[in-house]
């Protein structure tokens, strides 16, 4: 069974920077699409970015140029970079792990970022 354990959440001000990570077992790394979601009280589940193996990447639009999504391959690890955080950003973010192959898909149990104003 793949388990994916994210980490690096917390408290940080408006303008400030976090960096996740999420460390993947039991699951072929090169094959999943990895990706990052978050959720906010009162809100749906939100994809924020993903990236393929090769390294091809997506972004929500409200964290184009703020988040930075990163893997590496050798250590089972994706990383989501998040500088200039705003309150809003404030949310439970959750790594997903998407084969391309099977479309198997697992989840983390999500580490929560709040942003202070």
């Known amino acids: 069974q793949g388990q994916l354990v994210e980490s690096g959440g917390g408290l940080v001000q408006a303008g400030g920077s976090l960096r996740l990570s999420c460390a993947a077992s039991?699951?072929?790394?090169?094959?999943?699409?990895m990706g990052w979601y978050r959720q906010a009280p009162g809100k749906q589940r939100e994809l924020v970015a993903f990236?393929?193996?090769?390294?091809?990447?997506n972004y929500a639009d409200s964290v184009k140029g703020r988040f930075t999504i990163s893997r590496d391959n050798a250590k089972n690890t994706v990383y989501l970079q998040m500088n200039s955080l705003k309150p809003e950003d404030t949310a439970v973010y959750y790594c997903n792990a998407d084969n391309i192959v099977t479309r198997v898909e697992y989840w983390g149990k999500g580490t929560l970022v709040t942003v202070s104003s």
């Open positions: 990236i393929h193996s090769g390294g091809i990447t």
């Open positions: 039991g699951i072929i790394f090169r094959l999943n699409v």
